[in-house]
């Protein structure tokens, strides 16, 4: 099942580090913040990350959790998670069937040659468990500050209604 804008997100259940499972409910009441990375360890992810943790701060204040998503295994999570010190827990979608819910598995060419990937894309739910927003194929610089924009902006309509 596509995951759509305004829409609630599909059934899913995932584990993360620190033993947490995450699902399409676990969650409901706070503003989550999925965001899907291609690999542990590498320049852009390592970046991504490591903004993601200069601000996670403010996400908390502004009432959201953050996760990370890739295929890597929980081993490969927990050594990144302590190099970089995360303070947010990292999702192993090692089956990728969130990659696939989300629709952010995409062919590319590495070194001339096709390979599977996972496309850099970010989700944010709503406390209700409807997808507010999604950012696709996008790029790292001043990623994270138009999140964290975008998750006091629901925070703000949620808390009107």
Known sequence: MA????KLIPE?????T???KVSNTSHLGQVL????YPKDNTPGCTTEAMQF???YKDFVKAGATVFG???DNMKS???FKAKLELPFQLIADTEEKMCHMFG???NKIMYGKKVKGIERSTFLIGPDGILEQEWRGLKVPGHVEEVLKAVKEVKALKKAA
């Open 104 to 106: 952010v598995v995409k």
């Open 33 to 36: 913040v999925l965001y899907f």
């Open 77 to 79: 999570h927990d050594e």
């Open 18 to 20: 620190g033993g947490i």
């Open 12 to 16: 899913f259940e995932a584990n993360a």
């Open 53 to 55: 943790r200069d601000k």
């Open 3 to 6: 995951i759509v804008v305004s």
């Open 69 to 71: 998503v890739s295929r």
